[in-house]
């Protein structure tokens, strides 16, 4: 059988090889080899108290470190019967966000861009087509500030705290945010525009498709999970009843389940599953996309995150201009350390995130679990490999892995989360 071997794939967080494997002209062998090493998160946090599991699991990705701090923090929470003010929720709402602005500005025009303009990285882009790149960065840059603002830090926040905030932004800088949010959205707009202009493969996948759903709102902070090919929505802390981890000899990390299917969680499922719930700058985004949802083709993952983007600005001005107006407090609410178990999910923007643990009477965590987007993911990035890799079989060498790869790119994988 000769194979086709694509080593460290370029343009995605962590390290991870291809494996193509054809006989007779046929592909008969299609593998994502994660090769990063296990890092044992969920041991790291066992015996530790229960307030540094936050502090240690947003070391799992420097990227969505809000995301695991957060649904850290609401895990322990739970297991704890803490319940948090509703200006405590807005602001981890911004906190959550502010990692979705950085985060989708730099997949959508940094790691997927260059696939689509014949180009091997953003540094030719930046050249040809400065503002593009600064479009990117300034879009980047405010998802930073914005975690900043609310968390204390840009990687890795640190003033959210079980029961609330050690501290938030003064009133004038909340104003700040509220204007540069909606100054933005144009540059959100712009880019959907961007990504619809680019050619797709017409692929769909087989996939069930996963994603946090609310009745009032595009389900980013809380919700629960809901299946969209099955039509069932459950509570998203008892994660562990539908989704099934299992190991693969192939890859350092475990692939995921549900109802024995591969499935996918991330903008696709999103946008599937809570188009109803999108802000006026979404439903134009959507418009200006020319995707009719529901979608199965996962290569829209890139624009559907671009669709997004313009959501997540106007929807977070909204919140800004709510916290504004509405007073409160976001200091951390007293409560009683006690032994219990709790499960919590937030969307991550790769996809639903999920974390639980247990705890001692002494505050010590006894056990922890967490299910990062990717590790949800990989399964049906081999799945859909599979079917894919056939249809563009009689390519060249050059293209044929060239088009695995953007594939794979679309889904936006960390997968140095998936060996979290």
């Not at 704890?80 to 200006?87: F, N, P, Y």
């Not at 759903?213 to 629960?224: E, F, H, L, Q, S």
């Not at 919140?319 to 504004?324: D, H, N, S, T």
């Amino acid at each position: 059988m000769a194979r086709l071997t694509v080593e460290h794939v370029a343009r995605i967080e962590g390290h991870g090889n291809i494996t193509v494997g054809v006989e007779n002209g046929e592909v008969r062998e299609v593998r994502m080899d994660v090769v990063e090493p296990a890092r044992f998160f969920e041991s790291m946090v066992v015996g530790r108290r229960f307030d540094e599991a936050p502090l240690i699991t947003s070391r799992i990705c420097g990227i969505c470190s809000p995301n695991h701090v957060v649904t850290s923090i609401k895990a322990i929470e739970a297991a704890l019967g803490v319940e948090v003010s509703e200006r405590t929720k807005i602001l981890r709402t911004l906190l959550v966000y502010g990692s979705y602005l950085q985060n989708h500005a730099t997949h959508l025009y940094i790691l997927a861009a260059p696939d689509y303009v014949g180009l091997p990285s953003v540094f030719p882009l930046a050249a040809s087509m400065p503002e593009v790149v600064e479009r990117a960065l300034r879009l980047k840059k405010l998802g930073n500030d914005l975690t900043t603002a609310v968390g204390g830090r840009a990687v890795h926040p640190v003033s959210a705290v079980v029961g609330g905030f050690t501290q938030e932004p003064k009133p004038e800088v909340l104003a700040s945010y509220r204007d540069m949010l909606l100054g933005v959205v144009d540059d959100a707009l712009a880019t959907v525009e961007l990504f619809a202009s680019f050619q797709v493969p017409d692929f769909a996948t087989a996939g069930e498709m996963l994603a946090l759903t609310a009745d009032d709102d595009y389900a980013i902070y809380d919700g629960d999970t809901a299946a969209m090919d099955a039509g069932w929505r459950r509570p998203a802390g008892e994660y562990r009843s539908f989704v099934t981890e299992g190991i693969v000899g192939h890859s350092n990390a475990k692939h995921s389940t549900v109802d024995g299917r591969p499935f996918l969680v991330g903008s696709v499922a999103r946008a599937n599953i809570n188009s109803d719930q999108l802000n006026d700058a979404g439903r134009a985004a959507l418009a200006r996309s020319g995707i009719t949802l529901p979608t199965r083709n996962t290569f829209h993952m890139n624009v559907l995150q671009a669709v997004e983007l313009a959501d997540a600005s106007a929807r977070c001005a909204g919140y800004v201009e709510r916290l504004m107006e509405m007073g409160g407090s976001s200091a951390p609410e007293p409560f009683r350390i006690r032994a219990g178990e709790g499960g919590s999910a937030t969307e991550a923007p790769r996809g639903t995130l999920y974390h639980s643990y247990a705890i001692d009477d002494d505050g010590l965590i006894t056990r922890g679990d967490v299910i990062t987007p990717t590790a949800q993911n990989l399964a049906n990035i081999e799945a859909d490999m599979r079917a894919f890799a056939p249809t563009v079989a009689d390519r060249s060498e050059a293209e044929f892995a060239l088009l695995i790869e953007e594939l794979v790119r679309a889904y936006d994988p960390c997968l140095s989360c998936s060996v979290h």
